[in-house]
T-cell receptor, first 112, second 115 residues
Framework: AQSVTQPDIHITVSEGASLELRCNYS??????LFWYVQSPGQGLQLLLK??????LVQGIKGFEAEFKRSQSSFNLRKPSVHWSDAAEYFC??????????FGAGTILRVKS | GAVVSQHPSWVICKSGTSVKIECRSL??????MFWYRQFPKQSLMLMAT?????????EQGVEKDKFLINHASLTLSTLTVTSAHPEDSSFYIC???????????FGPGTRLLVL
């Protein structure tokens, strides 16, 4: 069965500092991988996705993620965090855009 | 592009009443839509997969007679919570699958409070 692990429940970074949110997945075939962001009381916004090809994918808002098959990871990164990035981030694995299995989420706090 | 709307955004109802939530894909057609439920401080749990013109597929443990899903057109799916009880209070989020982009796009969610 597919599963997604986001080991960090909360992360706090200073504004302007770099960010890395971890995501590990378990999936039998080549996964479709996604990162979504959710602000309080809102739906989810797609940040980026990986289906195939270049393992470093660029997303919106300056985010990027790198697919590492050997580590079953798809970590999200941003070189310089802004206060508006404070939100909850979900990693998800999907099968051809069908059902998505979500990780538990990582809450990002940004301190000024 | 790829905008999904939900209506209403907030609903408060009395116990025993039914509540209908609409999910619309505004700028693309979606043969498949999904309904999720999210409890406070938790991740999204898939409730059911809604396929246009056919019966929905429910996840294990989700009562299909309690959560009625209709997907009558390529841009609209509805979730009806029948005879709602306080334990049904939650944040319900839909998503619509854009086949061309092979991606799910999410609605803004509906917060349901059953008194």
């Amino acid at each position: 069965a597919q599963s997604v692990t986001q080991p960090d429940i909360h992360i706090t970074v200073s504004e302007g500092a770099s960010l890395e949110l971890r995501c590990n997945y378990s999936y039998g075939a080549t996964p479709y991988l996604f990162w979504y962001v959710q602000s309080p009381g809102q739906g989810l916004q797609l940040l980026l996705k990986y289906f195939s090809g270049d393992t470093l994918v660029q997303g919106i808002k300056g985010f990027e993620a790198e697919f590492k098959r050997s580590q079953s990871s798809f970590n999200l990164r941003k070189p310089s965090v802004h206060w508006s990035d404070a939100a909850e981030y979900f990693c998800a694995v999907g099968e051809y855009g069908n059902k998505l299995v979500f990780g538990a989420g990582t809450i990002l706090r940004v301190k000024s | 592009g790829a905008v999904v709307s939900q209506h209403p955004s907030w609903v408060i109802c009395k116990s025993g009443t039914s509540v209908k939530i609409e999910c619309r894909s505004l700028d693309f057609q979606a043969t498949t839509m999904f309904w999720y439920r999210q409890f406070p401080k938790q991740s999204l749990m898939l409730m059911a997969t809604s396929n246009e013109g056919s019966k929905a597929t429910y996840e294990q443990g989700v009562e299909k007679d309690k959560f009625l899903i209709n997907h009558a057109s390529l841009t609209l799916s509805t979730l009806t919570v029948t005879s709602a009880h306080p334990e049904d209070s939650s944040f319900y989020i839909c998503s619509a699958r854009d086949n061309w982009r092979e991606t799910q796009y999410f609605g803004p969610g509906t917060r349901l409070l059953v008194l």
